[in-house]
């Protein structure tokens, strides 16, 4: 059993920390998931909606994907609320 692509996809970023959706999407392919460009749009857009990436456009027809770093929270602010 496969993992779902939106782990996999997220996990091959954690790695890269940043790549475009061309990588992004021949990284995939290669590992032997069948993903088309509107399902990478999907997963995508899914782990932008979650903050845990972020899409940029860098050309016309390219995008850079970056995994989005999250500060380490604060003890403190934890035990005043």
Same mark, same amino acid.
């Given at each position: 059993?496969?993992?779902? &692509?939106?782990?996999?996809?997220?996990?091959?970023?954690?790695?890269? @920390? +940043?790549? +475009?959706?061309?990588?992004?999407?021949?990284?995939?392919?290669?590992? $032997?998931?069948?993903? +088309?460009?509107?399902?990478?749009?999907?997963?995508?857009?899914? &782990?932008?909606? &979650? $903050?845990?990436? +972020?899409?940029?456009?860098?050309?016309?027809? @390219?995008?850079?994907?970056?995994?989005?770093?999250?500060?380490?929270?604060?003890?403190? @602010?934890?035990?005043?609320?």
């Amino acid at each position: 059993m496969r993992a779902p &692509l939106k782990f996999t996809a997220y996990e091959w970023l954690k790695e890269e @920390k +940043s790549a +475009s959706d061309e990588e992004l999407l021949a990284a995939l392919n290669k590992n $032997g998931n069948k993903c +088309s460009v509107n399902e990478l749009n999907k997963v995508l857009m899914h &782990l932008e909606i &979650l $903050g845990l990436v +972020s899409i940029r456009w860098i050309a016309k027809e @390219k995008r850079r994907i970056e995994v989005v770093e999250k500060p380490p929270e604060d003890p403190l @602010k934890s035990r005043a609320s």
